[in-house]
């Protein structure tokens, strides 16, 4: 891996450090994906996510392109000299996704799944482990414990939204878990205001309160054209919108971390 890689990784893996991720919910195809990583390349984000494998709420939705998927995502972060990020559903891919992608994503429905995330503590790549939908501060540092136990220390926790009875947005954005799991831990915590809010006009608002509530980084669906997304179409944001995210995201860690 190319040193300003190891830079990036380091970054997403430090406590007081600040990262971007940004990409499609799933990877749709090759030309899509590698236009969408070369705006976000020139937009300064480094870091690229997009799920080959789907866990779809319906057996009927579009549960991703799979292992071809896996190296799209490789070639195209290797083009743009990107961090790449997927998601892991089983131990069946762990190997072949710790070869393939920088960081395994676990999403809200594994969280759980405790012979994955052992699975997990046996590989070197960072995993970001999203906070189960209707899990306690306590249950998810326990989840990530099984992996660090297990012998990777390199875990970033992901605060996504959790189940409450308001279902004006597709979850509840609980952005004191940021300040909470702070006391609590040392592992660095971003935030995903994409599958927390549901739709993309709070995604803006909820990135900038996400880095004033002292998270290491935001994870945001993004596409060219974000009505015609596979998947998670309402949350997704343009790059339009993506760049007008960044700009206010410097100055305030500036005026709040410097
Ligand atoms: C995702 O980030 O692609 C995803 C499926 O999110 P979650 O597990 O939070 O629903
Ligand atoms: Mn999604």
């Known amino acids: 891996m190319k040193t300003i890689n190891e830079i990036i990784l380091n970054e997403l893996l430090n406590p007081n450090g600040f990262s971007i991720i940004a990409g499609p ?4 195809s090759k030309e899509s994906l590698d236009e969408i990583a070369s705006s976000l ?3 300064g984000i480094m870091i690229l996510r997009g799920g080959a494998y789907k866990m779809r709420t319906s057996p009927q939705s579009f ?3 799979g292992e071809i998927a896996l190296s799209y995502l490789n070639e195209i972060g290797e083009k743009y000299n990107m961090i790449t990020v997927s998601e892991c559903i089983d131990i069946n891919s762990v190997e072949i996704m710790s070869a393939k992608i920088d ?4 999403g809200t429905r594994s969280m759980q799944n405790y012979p994955l995330l ?3 503590g046996k590989i070197n790549n960072p995993v970001i ?11 998810w540092l326990l989840a990530a414990d099984y992996i660090v136990q297990s012998g990777n220390p390199r875990v970033i926790l992901c605060e996504r939204g959790i189940r409450t009875f308001e279902p004006h947005t597709r979850n509840t954005l609980d952005l004191s878990s940021i300040p909470s799991v702070k006391t609590m831990s040392s592992l660095p915590i971003i935030v995903d205001p994409s599958h927390s809010t549901g739709k993309r006009e709070y995604v803006k608002s909820m990135s900038w309160a996400a880095v004033a509530a002292g998270a290491n980084g935001i994870m945001i669906e993004t596409h060219l054209n974000p009505d015609k997304s596979f998947c998670d179409a309402e949350q997704t944001i343009s790059l339009n919108e993506m760049s007008e ?5 410097k100055e305030i860690r500036r005026l709040l971390y410097s």
């Not at 960081?103 to 676990?106: D, K, P």
């Not at 995210?245 to 995201?249: A, D, V």
């Open 25 to 28: 919910c799933t990877i749709e």
């Open 41 to 43: 390349s020139d937009l």
């Open 63 to 65: 549960r991703g392109l």
């Open 103 to 106: 960081v395994l994503l676990i």
């Open 118 to 120: 052992e699975t997990l």
């Open 129 to 139: 482990l999203k906070r189960g939908m209707s899990s306690t501060y306590k249950e």
């Open 245 to 249: 995210i960044i700009t206010p995201i």
